[in-house]
């Protein structure tokens, strides 16, 4: 069996200094897509909430159950790294939030 992969590294909200506002995609409530997030030796599936296309980056916003305990907690991670991974595919495009913009593709 392989190691466990590093739990992800939270991201913090976007500021003034990180340059231009990034783009924000949401995707339907009814059929969002999903992450896994390695947590507590396991991993747990995160329900992604928005994408954020930053000047440098991609971060996604998420709700997920990081003990176990059934407390969901949103956090944000920037896009790839070892502790997270590719979920669910939603089968809706997403929309974009403000400005008009292409529809990025799913992790």
């Known amino acids: 069996m392989g190691e466990a992969p ?6 913090r909200p976007w500021r003034p200094q990180d340059g231009p506002p990034p783009r924000v995609w949401t995707w339907p409530r ?4 999903t992450l896994q997030v390695w947590s507590k030796g396991r991993w747990r599936r995160a329900t992604v909430l928005a994408r954020q296309d930053w000047a440098d980056r991609t971060v996604y ?5 990081l003990e176990g305990n059934h407390l969901v907690r949103s956090r944000l991670y920037a896009w790839p790294q070892p502790g997270l991974k590719a979920g669910r595919r939603s089968s809706s ?4 939030v403000g400005a008009r913009a292409r ?4 992790p």
């Open 6 to 11: 590093a739990e992800p590294v939270e991201n």
């Open 61 to 65: 916003q998420v709700e997920v159950d």
């Open 93 to 96: 495009p997403p929309s974009p």
């Open 103 to 106: 529809p990025p593709a799913a």
């Open 30 to 33: 009814r059929d969002p897509p």
